[in-house]
């Protein structure tokens, strides 16, 4: 039987990441201590690896596939196959920021401005190339951790940390001066699995169920009766993907109005329909939007 060699993010990433596996119809089981989880389709081999080496190991073909970030991707230069991005933060829903920065009190405001200084960060080759192209003289030195506390101590001049609301660079009195790039998960391959047509056909099928299980987060569905002499008015209050769905129901005097809305919108939305006329209102949570 085919199989496909699919890495799954250890860390920050891997509760998502499995939750999202589950939404999009694959439940992934981790045992304690175990770095080979059971997955309930036989076509998948999974293993969990970090984020940060992911990339390396599908570049390597050890691994077909796997979920990463796009900055371990830059970081390790890997040369592997960009198949989806899968922004799923639970805090933004935005991409992450890798930014530069220094003590509020300092005297540096440019990248310019730290030539021959010290620059902490777990992110050591993208940073050294950052500033190289730039023509600037640093030293770039490894992270484990606390790389915010670098500066603070006097063990760097500056750092380059991964955020995505800056509110722990500034609880630690520092300020951005320079964002270096964007990065959010994305599903990898490497150009053997691509070029392979089993594998890239799995491949193709994932990267469709997560992005329509992402597209689900926050929507759902709505449905509702009302008169049909009331319909027109009830439609009109309705936001949807393309047209709320009207259908006669045995009684012609009623319809069956149904659509699918932005979570947020339906606290408010709701008073409205009942005053428009809709009736039997039913709120449903969404897997997939496809």
Not at 39 to 64: F, H, K, N, T, W
Not at 206 to 225: D, E, P
Not at 231 to 246: D, G, M, R, Y
Request: net charge negative.
């Amino acid at each position: 039987m085919n199989k496909l060699k699919l890495g799954i993010p250890k860390g920050s990433l891997e509760n998502a990441t499995i939750e999202l596996f589950a939404k999009s119809g694959w439940r992934i089981d981790v045992h304690h201590r175990s770095y080979f989880p059971d997955v309930d389709d036989p076509e998948l081999e999974c293993s969990i690896c970090r984020a940060q080496e992911m990339s390396r190991y599908v570049d390597q073909g050890v691994l077909d596939a796997g979920i990463t970030g796009r900055d371990w991707i830059m970081e390790n230069e890997s040369d592997v196959v960009a198949v989806a991005d899968l922004i799923y933060s639970k805090v933004s829903k935005r991409p992450a920021r890798w930014v530069l920065a220094v003590p509020a009190d300092s005297p540096y405001r440019r990248p310019e401005d730290l030539e021959g200084k010290k620059i902490s960060t777990e992110l050591v080759n993208y940073t050294r190339r950052y500033f190289r192209e730039r023509g600037i003289n640093v030293q770039v030195e490894f992270s484990w951790g606390a790389t915010e506390a670098k500066v603070v101590s006097g063990l760097a001049d500056a750092i380059v940390e991964v955020t995505e609301t800056g509110s722990t660079i500034r609880a630690h009195g520092l300020v951005i001066i320079e964002e270096l790039m964007q990065s959010n998960p994305q599903l990898i391959c490497n150009k053997t699995a691509w070029e392979d047509p089993w594998k890239r056909a799995k491949i193709d099928q994932i990267a469709m169920l997560l992005q329509g299980a992402l597209r689900a987060h926050r929507l759902v569905g709505l449905k509702m009766n009302a008169l049909t002499s009331k319909s027109a008015a009830v439609v009109e209050l309705l936001p949807s993907l393309n047209a709320p769905t009207v259908s006669p129901l045995y009684d012609k005097n009623w319809c069956s109005i149904e659509t699918i809305v932005e979570e947020t919108v339906v606290r408010d939305l709701i008073p409205r329909l009942k005053a428009a006329g809709a009736e039997g209102i039913v709120e449903y949570s969404l897997n997939k939007v496809l």
